[in-house]
């Protein structure tokens, strides 16, 4: 059993809930019981019964949330990736759409500790090679 955001217990023994939990936990998503389910919630059935409603996080933690990720598979912070590396972020950033988010190149930016300039230049280049 874990808690919501709001500390209702959600059950989690369900071997459906295990198996969904880890692609939730990957999206920054949050699971909550059916009835908490609200009209923009994701309830998800198993056998024709309502199991659990899956929250979805707004874009902007979204990205937070894959910029941790790609923190923690690197192993370090992004600033201190080398440029290849981090033309290699900005790729996989694009390719998920990071950049579709309000302010998503100044927040990239900012992980990767360098300059708007210096991701559209990453940008621009995957563009002309």
Same mark, same amino acid.
């Given at each position: 059993?874990t ?8 059950t989690?023994?369900?071997? $459906? ?11 920054? @998503?949050?699971?909550?019981?059916? /009835?908490? @389910? ?8 198993? /056998? ?17 949330h894959?910029?941790a990720a790609? /923190? ?22 694009e390719?998920r759409?990071? $950049? ?5 190149? /100044?927040?990239v ?13 990453y940008l ?6």
């Amino acid at each position: 059993m874990t808690e919501s955001a709001d500390n209702v217990p959600v059950t989690v023994d369900h071997p $459906f809930v295990s198996a969904v939990k880890p692609l939730v936990d990957a999206m920054g @998503a949050e699971l909550l019981g059916p /009835e908490q @389910a609200q009209p923009d919630d994701v309830v998800l059935a198993w /056998e024709g019964q309502d199991v659990i409603a899956v929250r979805l996080p707004q874009l902007s933690d979204s990205l937070d949330h894959i910029l941790a990720a790609m /923190e923690r598979r690197h192993g370090m912070p992004l600033s201190e990736l080398d440029r290849k590396a981090k033309q290699s972020v900005v790729r996989t950033l694009e390719a998920r759409g990071a $950049f579709s988010v309000r302010h998503g190149v /100044e927040t990239v930016a900012g992980a990767l500790g360098v300059s708007r300039f210096t991701v559209y230049n990453y940008l621009n280049r995957e563009k002309d090679g």
